[in-house]
């Protein structure tokens, strides 16, 4: 899956982000949010960079990711 507009691209995890997720799982701010891989979810979807939080991102994802 990939969505982007000007401003962000939402695109699949793949294994060069794994730095990126130990970082993302390391910090006590993001796991303050994170219920862990045991949690069954439908989706599970988070945004690791906390100078992202409260910016729409995780709305428009979902309103894109269920439109379609």
Same mark, same amino acid.
């Given at each position: ?9 939402i695109?699949? +995890? *793949?294994? /060069? ?14 796991l &303050? %949010?994170y219920?862990?891989r045991?949690?069954? +979810? *439908?989706m /599970? ?14 709305? &428009? %994802?979902?309103k ?5």
């Amino acid at each position: 899956m990939r969505i982007e507009n000007n401003q962000i691209r939402i695109r699949d +995890f *793949t294994k /060069d982000d794994l730095p990126l997720m130990l970082k993302w799982l390391t910090d006590d701010r993001v796991l &303050e %949010f994170y219920e862990g891989r045991d949690v069954r +979810f *439908t989706m /599970d979807q988070f945004i690791g960079e906390p100078d992202y939080w409260n910016r729409g991102i995780g709305t &428009e %994802f979902l309103k894109k990711k269920t439109a379609g």
